[in-house]
């Protein structure tokens, strides 16, 4: 590369993924074939449209690569439909809600302090401006369990057109059937956000809503399910005649998503993205691709148990999925924004957040959130979650003292330096 200033940062972010763990838990390496697709010629071609039906010239392998992305995700995801443009899970959100919804109409999504997401109506977004949301939570943290009760009561009084399904801090399972029971009862569009889960559910090793009856799911195809950064939209039935005009109904609920992808939303898809999506597709078909998401579960629980043999309290006692979230303050009294520094100094990388009824604000907040999906990549197993869990309380409590920070430091990188990246 002739630019070397570009050329150096990548080469030390190479570096600092080698040397470090990745435990944030929407982060993923992917594979050097995702990352060959990803910086492939594709990006140089314009094509909007969809697969046959394009607004310009040339569309002979973007259409091939389009197709065989939306082949993939339908059969991995069991959906009689895929819309694979999405340049991520917020445009994703936002097209379904755009597709279904009018100003004002209402939104059941998990409030932000109990795991939910920023695009599930946090007030600071465009969404929040334009819809009404309403929220469910947990009845009891200690336990993570939801509250349906109060859900179907507020459901009841509140009417809302869609009830959203999805997570980006709940490390719990969810019970799709009672999402569903009280989404029927009310006549909202079922949506499920599978940005995080969606490698587990691929793998079989988590539930797919859509056996549950869910209309919609919404995904990232980043993180569990280590494809490039994306989104993507599936659904149930097919696009109808795409020059007529549709009424809002959830026959039609294809025909309108792919409207407001494009050209409601987007502009140009991004065919280098689609490309790496498929490939990824393609990887997460594998019965290897079982094995990883079993052994992500087994890391997280054992990571989870470990944490709390050393003193870190966990929001809902343990995990049942790839994500754990700590209350720093509980557990040794320092916010989660200082727990994720003094962790950046020994090379660990995990990320502060709100835990359930935060009493400290979203750029410090009391909470800490880490997983598993990325060591697991890395090849790393259920005794190396001993390791972590030692040294992150080693940090913490010697958070003060640069020798002993350093010599944490230099552990895990020797330790890392047995695990390389799988692009490597
Ligand atoms: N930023 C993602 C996460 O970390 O969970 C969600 O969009």
Redesign the pocket.
């Known amino acids: 590369m002739k630019d070397k200033l570009v050329y150096d940062l990548i080469n030390k972010e190479r570096d600092r993924q080698r040397k470090g763990l990745e435990l944030?838990?929407?982060e993923n390496y992917v594979s050097r074939d995702v990352l060959e697709a990803l910086g492939s010629v594709f990006t140089n071609k314009y094509s909007e449209g969809y697969p046959g039906k394009r607004y310009y010239g040339g569309q002979e392998n973007t259409d091939r690569v389009e197709s065989l992305a939306i082949d993939r995700a339908k059969k991995l995801f069991k959906a009689d439909h895929a819309n694979v443009q999405p340049h991520s899970?917020?445009p994703a959100n936002i097209a379904v809600y755009q597709a279904w919804l009018e100003p004002g109409d209402t939104v059941m999504a998990m409030k932000l302090d109990q795991g939910g997401?920023?695009t599930h109506g946090q007030p600071i977004t465009s969404s929040a401006k334009l819809y009404n949301f309403v929220r469910y939570g947990m009845k009891d943290v200690e336990t993570g369990e939801i509250d349906y009760r109060q859900m179907r009561e507020i459901a009841l009084k509140t009417r809302p057109k869609i009830i959203l399904a999805g997570f980006?801090?709940y490390p719990r399972k969810l019970d799709y059937q009672k999402f569903a029971d009280i989404g029927n009862e009310v006549g909202a569009l079922l949506m499920a956000d599978m940005?995080?889960i969606a490698g587990l559910i691929a793998a079989g090793v988590a539930e797919n809503p859509f056996d549950y009856g869910f209309h919609v799911i919404t995904s990232?195809t980043h993180?569990t399910l280590r494809g490039p950064r994306g989104g993507i939209i599936l659904t149930k039935g097919k696009v109808s005649n795409p020059l007529r005009p549709v009424e809002k109904t959830i026959q039609n609920i294809p025909t309108l998503i792919d409207r407001e992808v494009f050209p409601g939303f987007q502009g140009g898809p991004h065919e280098n993205t689609i490309a790496a999506k498929a490939v990824a597709f393609y990887e997460a078909m594998q019965p290897s691709f079982k094995d990883y998401a079993i052994q992500i579960l087994k890391n997280s629980k054992k990571l989870a148990e470990q944490l709390m043999n050393n003193g870190f309290k966990l929001i809902t006692n343990g995990t049942d999925n790839h994500l754990i979230q700590i209350d720093m303050v509980s557990s040794f009294k320092i916010d989660g924004r200082m727990a994720q520094e003094v962790l950046d100094k020994i090379d660990l990388s995990t990320?502060c957040n709100a835990i359930p009824f935060d009493q400290l604000p979203p750029y410090r907040p009391s909470g800490l959130r880490l997983g598993t999906p990325a060591i697991t990549t890395r090849g790393l197993k259920e005794d190396d979650m001993t390791k972590i869990a030692t040294w992150m309380k080693e940090a913490i409590t010697n958070r003060d003292n640069s020798s002993k920070l350093a010599n944490l430091k230099t552990e895990v990188n020797s330790f890392c330096s047995t695990f390389p990246l799988p692009s490597d």
């Open positions: 944030i838990p929407s899970g917020a997401h920023l980006s801090g940005a995080h990232t993180k990320n």
